[in-house]
């Protein structure tokens, strides 16, 4: 009661004092569909944007980093370290991940490790939630992030960036971009190295849950097995001829070399992970009231993960493999008009379709496996109608018919074809000029991943139908001056939630448990006071319950809550202070039998910036990042996270 009093008295005095969190404007870049596009600065659900220059103000190094203040949003570690998502209790799998509108994921898990997408060539991060467009198709249980990446600009721009931390981390950015007559282009490459992530000073290795005797096998300074060699190249080339046509050739490549921090007693390691994209969009307006827009893409992803077998069977764990390979790729393609049919209808008509395949084999002295080798098309149909019913009150409805089409299944028995009819409508109403009530609902669904539906290992069943559930919100906006305020509430109803369970034969089973209900609240306030200084704020009540078995759906807070601080001084010195607070969370353990509980933790990062004035050349500047000020030793279920660590660098701007 003590804690909970402390979140409500936290969460009063931000809005007291108008210093939050805000649901911004949807715009157009980079993204085939906007729900509400029609009136931008409206839309029917919660939109939540992160600019670069926050990016750059808060000094995060990953798309993992710069996610976990947007409300609403919690990122968690997986078992084999990768960063991976939840939004309002949904998981990544739940939900897509686009990087310039291109689906980015690894075809068997449905999900890409976010940890591994770097900050620098990012333009804006948008977080779309609950009730989607419709014309995204299926796999949005849980909304959509779109990460768009920069494109060339007006005048020739060139930024060097090297920084320096603990455990010899380091870390150098190079992009450039400009703008050539009808052309613009942007290039960017980083390299970032660590030896690994240092662990709280008040770390205790003979804790039972995280120390030495425990399957994390911890006994404090760094982590075991966190060190990492990571790589990025990110390309845009864009072409407009003139004001009714544009196009853009963009391309993608990640790779990273880096270890799994042990969990469940596997000494696991990516000795390959790359993943690389590339992608073709056009936008061409055929009249003043209609345009179509298109987009091609091509995803291809690699890894080796290597076992240790001999540590991991001497620690209590299972040996599955010497070595898994990994060979994944999803090609596809959208089309989307657009239409203006009076001065009060938009109507927006789209198709994609996205194939994706995967092949896996397994080594294990003294030979290597079968390779087996899935493969499923998805495909989408869908209508949205906006209609300005008067000067006030705006209806958007839409309806979609998503299919998804089993292939190829190795030796496993073929699944069926599942198709699946999503309607869902969305409001808003000005009330006033500054204040708007809004609200959606609507039917999502999510197709079962490959791994669901064939993993020998995890318990595949080709049974599985699509999980679905109905995404409900209401929620109000309010502008007061150069302050944003807004409140919703959100409900989604889960019906065939996929989990696994053990059989009767005691083997572990994907299969379709029945019901599950999501319901919370979010809110937040975005102001500037004093000139500089500027303060937002935001927190997230969410309630994640399992009907089936009558338990708290695990990892899941319930309570968090985030501020950021940033002030700029005169003479060039500016700092950004973030603070976060998460509440406590239930975690399963010893296969699921028995629970405990996280305990709830605040974490306080800063980033100083100073700009070298006296210089007259390259704009330099030099800046100190301290992540976990307080040295705090938490954890979320997998493992203790990292302790205090610090990154000092050099940024150069031509």
């Known amino acids: 009661m003590r804690k909970m009093s402390g979140v409500i008295f936290s969460f009063v005095f931000l809005v007291v004092v108008a210093v939050g969190g805000h649901a911004v404007e949807s715009y157009d870049l980079g993204e085939i569909v906007v729900y509400g596009e029609r009136k931008p600065q409206n839309p029917v659900v919660v939109v939540n944007e992160i600019t670069k220059e926050e990016l750059e103000e808060r000094g995060v190094q990953t798309v993992a980093e710069a996610l976990e203040f947007i409300p609403g949003v919690d990122v968690q570690i997986s078992g084999k370290g990768e960063r991976l998502l939840n939004i309002r209790g949904f998981e990544q799998r739940d939900f897509k991940v686009l990087i310039d509108g291109v689906p980015a994921y690894e075809g068997y898990f449905g999900t890409v490790d976010i940890g591994a997408l770097p900050a620098e060539s990012i333009e804006k991060i948008v977080v779309t939630k609950g009730a989607s467009s419709v014309l995204y198709g299926a796999n949005t249980m849980g909304g959509v992030v779109n990460i768009i990446t920069k494109k060339g600009t007006e005048e020739p721009r060139t930024s060097l960036t090297s920084s320096f931390g603990d455990f010899y981390t380091q870390n150098y950015i190079l ?35 995280l120390g030495e005797s425990s399957e994390y096998r ?42 799994c921090p042990i969990s469940m007693n596997r000494y696991w390691r990516f000795i390959n992970w790359d993943q690389w994209q590339v992608s073709l969009a056009g936008d061409k307006r055929l009249s003043s009231d209609a345009s179509i827009k298109s987009r091609f893409f091509y995803v291809n992803h690699t890894d080796e993960l290597t076992d240790d077998a001999d540590k991991t069977i001497a620690s209590g764990g299972k040996s599955w493999f010497d070595k898994s390979a990994y060979d994944d790729f999803s090609v596809g393609g959208e089309i989307h008009s657009h239409l203006n049919l009076a001065d009060w209808n938009l109507m927006r008509v789209g198709v994609n379709f996205q194939k994706d395949r995967h092949k896996e084999k397994e080594y294990q ?91 020998e290992h995890a318990g595949g069943n080709p049974d599985l139908k699509a999980e679905q559930t109905i995404a409900s919100e209401v929620g109000i906006k309010q502008k007061t001056g150069v302050t944003n305020i807004y409140v919703s509430f959100f409900n989604n109803n889960i019906t065939n939630l996929i989990e696994r369970t053990k059989d009767s034969s005691g083997n572990w089973m994907y299969v379709n448990i029945g019901e599950a209900q999501i319901y919370g609240v979010e809110t937040g306030v975005d102001g500037r006071i004093l000139g500089n200084l500027n303060i937002t704020g935001n927190y997230t009540y969410l ?75 390259g704009l330099p500047e030099i800046f100190l990042l301290v992540n976990n000020i307080t040295d705090r030793n938490y954890e979320e279920g997998n493992g203790p996270m990292p302790g205090r660590n610090f990154l000092a660098g050099l940024n150069l701007i031509f």
């Open 175 to 209: 992009n450039h971009s400009a703008k050539k007559g009808k052309f613009n282009y942007y290039l960017g490459y980083s390299r970032r190295t660590s030896d690994g992530l240092r662990l709280s000073s008040e770390f205790d290795k003979e804790d039972k849950w």
């Open 365 to 455: 002295s003294p030979n290597w496996g079968d390779e087996e080798t899935y493969e499923a098309d998805t495909y989408c149909i869908g209508v949205e109608d906006s209609l300005m019913c008067t000067d006030r009150l705006s209806l958007t409805l839409g309806c979609s018919y998503n299919g998804y089409v089993p292939v190829k299944s190795a030796d496993m028995p073929s699944p069926g074809k599942i198709q699946i009819l999503t309607p869902q409508a969305g409001s808003y109403y000005d009330i006033t000029e500054n204040t708007t009530l809004y609200g959606s609902i609507g039917k999502k669904i999510r197709f079962p991943r490959m791994k669901e539906l064939y993993s």
């Open 543 to 617: 309630h994640a319950w399992n009907k089936a078995d009558d338990c708290e759906i695990e990892q899941r807070p319930n309570h968090k809550l985030n501020l950021s601080t940033r002030y700029s001084f005169p003479f060039g010195l500016s700092f950004n202070l973030q603070g976060v607070y998460v509440g406590e969370q239930k975690v399963y353990y010893n296969k699921g039998k028995d629970v405990r509980t996280a305990q709830d933790y605040t974490l306080i990062n800063i980033k100083l910036t100073q700009k070298l004035t006296l210089l007259k050349s």
């Open 218 to 259: 911890e006994d404090g300074g760094k982590r075991e097995l966190s060190d990492y060699k990571k790589q990025s190249v990110t390309a845009n080339i864009g072409y407009e001829p003139d004001e009714n046509f544009k196009t853009n050739l963009s391309f993608n490549w990640f790779s990273q070399n880096r270890g």
